[in-house]
Each structure stands twice: as structure tokens, then as C-alpha cells.
């Protein structure tokens, strides 16, 4: 026999299961973004290799090792988006929506494509939820960026298992003052330093400070610190940030360490991190990018985002059993039917309350089946009422209705009434 097929590796079907925890947290983080006046945007899954090359850096592991490349039919070469910041700031820019100083403030969803080695929340495919904002230069729409994903973890009831980590890298020019005294100190120390350190010395000094190499964590334990390099507009930026969060109540842990691992990053950065998820606890990251437009061949535009991986907050939400018990519920009614006629008037019957009650939540029983595998499945759906429809009932032009959880009795209703009675049970 052949070997069934499978899905690759690192790539993930998201099953029945799962998908109405997946359904609850993105309803949620969509109205809380609809709340914030954020609209959403939808690019494509494919976008021209160079994109990104130009945007997250040449000299990243995304770009270097982690991208999805291939030449099309026509010999174009094309990437699976490893991210959804290239792209929005390719939409933008094609479309003229922050010409002018235009405030935009967007937000979207889906699948991202990363060669990483996959393990319990690193995916090869899998979903952020990220916006991004345009001409906004100041540090209250950094702060409400982190505002507003506090909030998220309150609803979510997820906020004690996170820890926000903010860093500022400063303004593109002291960052270059800044690593050249990194260099500088580093290679005064090279035999000590680890081979992939050895690479970064060249191509992407300040990468070397999240190494995870403890010997290389030792010896920078001296090295020059990026807070000392800061420019004053980047040091005043940074303390509007925080004197703001300390005004909303929002703790924070500052990490100078912390430099992301996408070249677009200056001035504010930050992560969500938690510890309920092993070696990959980060949630959600994101910070200010202001150079990326022009970069990109705009004119100059400030820029700043975060997105949040959406397999890690489900994990969580489940770790912390977070998950609503409503979940569990998909159907509020099943409808048993037994003996042709009868499912003919069943048909009918359910048709006419999906009329009157459009909320209703209402399976009917398909492929028959006696009425004992019926009331099996009806109780499997874990619906609360079962409608039976028999010879006897069809005569009569009732249906019995029938409690599937507690003790209530079950009961005759008229065809007429059923729509009122029904709704009236539910809401009981
Ligand atoms: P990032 O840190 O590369 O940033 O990814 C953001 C989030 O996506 C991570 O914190 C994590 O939750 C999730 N994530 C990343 N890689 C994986 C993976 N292999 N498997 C599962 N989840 C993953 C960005 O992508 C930036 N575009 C964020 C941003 C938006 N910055 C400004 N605007």
C-alpha cells in the first residue's frame, strides 16, 4: 500500500476542535482593535523576494536561513512572507495611503512562513495578528499600542502570565556610534568570542548581544551598553513611553538586551514574554520603525507596530485554562427525527426556526440511525435540548422537546409554538 500523505513538517492543521478557541480570540482581539478605530488590511501570502531582503536586512536569520523562496513560472523570485510589516509597508506605498502625512492605522491577520525548527510554539507556517501604524511619530501611539495589548490580556485573563520587556535602540546614527565601540570591544576579545558571534562581528554586531552562548553573555557583561549611546531625542522619546505606561499602571521590565531580530527596529522596542510556554515564550513583539518607509523608496514616515503570534495565545489560554466554558457548546438544539415522513417534517420544521430564531444553533440529525444512536449524538453534540419528531408527533403536529442536561421534564409543543417556546427554554 502507498504511504498516506501528510502535511510538511512544521505546517499544521487546525482542527475542529480547535478552531472555536482559535474563532474566540480573534473575534476578541478584532473588536477590541475595532474599538481603537484600527481597520483592517489583507495582503497577499506571496510577495517579490526582494521585498524582504530589503526590509527585515540582508544579514538576519530570517532572511539568511528562514525564508520560503522560489522562482515562479516566469523566473521572478518569490517568498512566502516570512512577516506582515514588509508587506503593509508595501501596500501603503503602492497604494499612496500615508502620502501627505496621512495617519493610518491598520491591522491584519494570517498565516507567516518561517524555516525554523519546529518545536512546542515554533511553527513552520503559523498566524500573527499584527498592525501597524503610520505617521505617528510621538510616544503616546507607542504607548497605546502596549495599552491596548495589556487590555487584550485582561480579557483574555492572561495578564498575570506576562511580563513586558521594553528597549530603546536609539536613532540609526547612535546606533552606528554604538557599534563601533561594540566592535571595537569585541574584537579586542575575539578568541572568545562563539563562531556565529565571530559572523555577527562583521555583518551584524548588535545581533551578538541576544546570543545564547554563556560565554559570550559573560564577556558582555563589559561591554559598552546601548543606553549609554543614546541620542536625546531618542532618550526623551523612551521616557515619554514609560511615564505614560507608569500613568496607565502597566508594569515593564527594561532589557537592554533586547534588540529584535528584524533590521527595521529604532527607538522603541518591545516584547510580551511568558514563562508558562518553555523556550518560546514571546507572545507578542513589535516596536518603531520610522526609517522603513523611505527606506523602501517612500517619503519619510514614522512607523510603528507589534504583531502577536496566534499558536502561542491559544497555548497559553489553554495552559492557564483560560479557555470560556461556552466553548465547549457548538449546538444549542439537535433535532432526532425517525421514519421518513417524519425527517421530511423535520426538515421543514428546522428550516422555518433558523426563520425566526437566526441565532439559533440548531443541528438536525443527518443519516438517521435508530433513535438510541440518535440520542447518542445528540448528546455528543452537547446541545441542551433534543426536538423529537416520531409517527406519533407527526400525527399530532407536535414536537417533543426534550432537557439534555439537568433533570427537566420533557414536553409536547405545537408545531406553532415551537419557535416561542423554544426560544424561551433557551433563555431560561
Ligand atoms: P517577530 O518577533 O518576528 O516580529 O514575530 C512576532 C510574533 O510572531 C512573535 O512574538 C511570535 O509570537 C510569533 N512568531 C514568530 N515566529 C514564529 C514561529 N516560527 N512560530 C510561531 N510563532 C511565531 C514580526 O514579525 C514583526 N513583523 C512584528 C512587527 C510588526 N513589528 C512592527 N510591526
Not at 518569490?78 to 503602492?94: F, H, I, K, M, Q
Request: one cysteine or more; a negative charge; aromatic letters at 8%.
Amino acid at each position: 500500500m502507498s504511504k498516506t500523505l501528510q502535511a510538511i513538517r512544521g505546517m499544521n492543521d487546525i482542527l475542529p476542535e480547535q478552531t472555536p478557541l482559535w474563532r474566540y480570540f480573534e473575534s476578541t482581539v478584532a473588536s477590541l482593535l475595532d474599538g481603537y478605530g484600527y481597520r483592517q488590511m489583507r495582503m497577499p501570502i506571496v510577495e517579490a523576494t526582494e521585498l524582504f531582503k530589503r526590509s527585515i536586512g540582508e544579514v538576519t536569520d530570517i532572511v539568511e536561513k528562514e525564508m520560503y523562496t522560489f522562482d515562479d513560472r516566469n523566473g521572478d523570485s518569490l517568498t512566502l512572507r516570512p512577516e506582515g510589516t514588509a508587506s503593509c509597508v508595501r501596500a501603503v506605498l503602492e497604494h499612496g495611503i500615508t502620502g501627505g502625512g496621512q495617519v493610518q492605522k491598520l491591522w491584519y491577520i494570517g498565516p507567516m512562513f518561517r524555516h525554523e525548527r519546529p518545536q512546542k510554539g515554533r511553527y513552520r507556517q503559523f498566524h500573527q495578528i499584527g498592525v501597524e501604524v503610520f505617521n505617528l511619530d510621538g510616544p503616546d501611539i507607542d504607548a497605546e499600542l502596549i495599552i491596548m495589548t495589556w487590555r487584550l490580556w485582561g480579557l483574555l485573563g492572561i495578564r498575570p502570565a506576562l511580563t513586558l520587556e521594553l528597549n530603546s535602540l536609539g536613532s540609526s546614527a547612535a546606533r552606528a556610534n554604538y557599534r563601533e565601540a561594540l566592535v571595537e570591544f569585541l574584537s579586542a576579545r575575539l578568541n572568545q568570542l562563539d563562531e556565529d558571534s565571530k559572523r555577527r562581528l562583521a555583518t551584524n554586531p548588535l545581533r551578538i548581544l541576544d546570543s545564547k552562548v554563556p560565554e559570550t553573555q559573560a564577556l558582555l557583561i563589559d561591554a559598552p551598553k546601548l543606553v549609554d549611546h543614546l541620542d536625546d531625542d531618542s532618550v526623551t522619546h523612551f521616557a515619554g513611553l514609560t511615564a505614560r505606561l507608569d500613568a496607565a499602571g502597566i508594569p515593564y521590565v527594561l532589557n537592554p538586551k533586547l534588540v529584535r531580530g528584524l533590521d527595521y527596529y529604532g527607538k522603541t522596542v518591545f516584547e510580551w514574554v511568558t514563562d508558562q510556554l518553555g523556550a518560546q515564550g514571546t507572545v507578542c513583539a513589535g516596536g518603531r520603525y520610522d526609517g522603513l518607509v523611505e527606506q523602501m523608496g517612500g517619503k519619510p514616515t514614522a512607523g510603528v507596530g507589534f504583531a502577536m503570534g496566534i499558536e502561542r495565545l491559544v497555548l497559553l489560554l489553554e495552559a492557564l485554562e483560560q479557555v470560556p466554558a461556552a466553548l465547549a457548546r457548538q449546538v444549542d438544539v439537535y433535532f432526532c427525527a425517525l421514519g421518513a415522513p417524519a425527517e421530511l417534517a423535520a426538515l421543514v420544521l428546522a428550516e422555518r426556526l433558523r426563520d425566526q430564531l437566526p441565532n439559533l444553533r440548531l443541528q438536525v440529525n443527518a443519516g438517521a440511525g435508530s433513535f438510541k444512536s440518535q440520542f447518542k449524538k445528540a448528546d455528543k453534540s452537547g446541545a441542551l435540548f433534543a426536538l423529537i419528531l416520531a409517527e406519533d408527533e407527526l400525527a399530532q403536529q407536535t414536537v417533543a422537546l426534550k432537557p439534555l442536561r439537568g433533570n427537566g421534564e420533557q414536553q409536547h409543543i405545537s408545531w406553532t409554538a415551537l419557535a416561542e417556546q423554544l426560544a424561551a427554554c433557551l433563555q431560561a
